[in-house]
C-alpha cells in the first residue's frame, strides 16, 4: 500500500511547483512595470527655463498730488462749494493737481480732488489703471522694443573689439524704460451741476514719455457715456468693472503707437 501511494503523492508535488512557478511568472511583468519610488526619486528633472526679463514702465505722478492712484468721485457739492469760497486759498487745496488759479475761472469739475470709495479700498478696481492694467500692457510693448535694442547692441558689441563684460552687459534687456508712464484722471465726475439727476461720467487718461521742447507727451483719454448711480453701483460694480477694461484697452491701443524712439 505504502508503495502505491508514492507516485500520488509526488504527482501531486510536482503539479503544486508547476502551478507557483506559473503564478511567479505571470505577475512578474506586471510587478516590473510599475517603477519603484526609489527609482522615480533618482530620476534627474530637467531644468525649467527661467522667465524672459520684462521692461517696465516707471509710474509717475507728475503734476498729480497723491490721491491720483485711487478712484474718486467728483461729485455737484464740491463745485458748489469752490464757487462759494473762490477766493479763499481752500479752493487751491481741493484741487488734485499742483498747477491751480484761484477763482470761479480757475478750475473744472475734472480737476476736482473728489473723494475716494471705502467700499472699494481694498479692490483692484479702485486702482489707478495706470498704476496696474495698462502699466502690464504697455510693459509688453516697451519689453519688445527694449530686446530689439539689446540685440542691435548685442550684435555690434561682437564685432566691435568690446570686452567680455562689455558684450555680456550689451545683451542685458533693460529692466526699466527710459520713458514714464504719468497717470491722468481715474474718477468718476456728476455729470450736471443743475437738476437732481444722479449721472456720472466714468473718466480715465494717462501720458507716456517725458515732456521737451516742441514734444508733448503721448496721451489718451476715455470717457464712458453718463450712467445714473444706482447703475454703477450695481452687481458690485459690474458697470464700472466693464468700463475699466474698455478705458484700458482703449488706452493702450493709443499709447502702445507711440513711435518707438519715444520709449
Known sequence: MKFKKRPHAAFACGI?????????????????????ATAAADTPVPPQPSAAPQTRLLFNRGFYRPGIERLRVVRRDGTIT???????????????????????????????????????????????????????????????????????????????GSTREEIEEARQVQKEADTPLHPGPWHLVYENL???????????????????????PFACLYQSEPVAWTQWKADNWQRLREERAKAVAACTETLAATPEKRW
Request: glycine letters at 8%; hydrophobic letters at 45%; zero cysteines.
Open 194 to 216: 443743475a437738476g437732481s439727476d444722479e449721472l456720472f461720467r466714468l473718466k480715465f487718461g494717462a501720458e507716456l514719455g517725458r515732456a521737451g521742447f516742441m514734444r508733448p
Open 82 to 160: 469752490n464757487i462759494v469760497g473762490q477766493v479763499a486759498l481752500s479752493v487751491a487745496v481741493s484741487m488734485l493737481t499742483g498747477t491751480t488759479t484761484v477763482g470761479a475761472q480757475g478750475f473744472t469739475k475734472d480737476n476736482l480732488a473728489g473723494d475716494t470709495l471705502e467700499e472699494l479700498k481694498d479692490d483692484p478696481l479702485g486702482v489707478n489703471p495706470a498704476i496696474s492694467d495698462l502699466n502690464d500692457a504697455l510693459s509688453k510693448v516697451a519689453t519688445d522694443i527694449y530686446r530689439k535694442r539689446a540685440e542691435a547692441a548685442y550684435a555690434t558689441a561682437l564685432k566691435d
Open 16 to 36: 503544486a511547483l508547476a502551478i507557483s512557478g506559473f503564478s511567479a511568472h505571470a505577475v512578474e511583468p506586471e510587478a516590473s512595470a510599475v517603477p519603484s
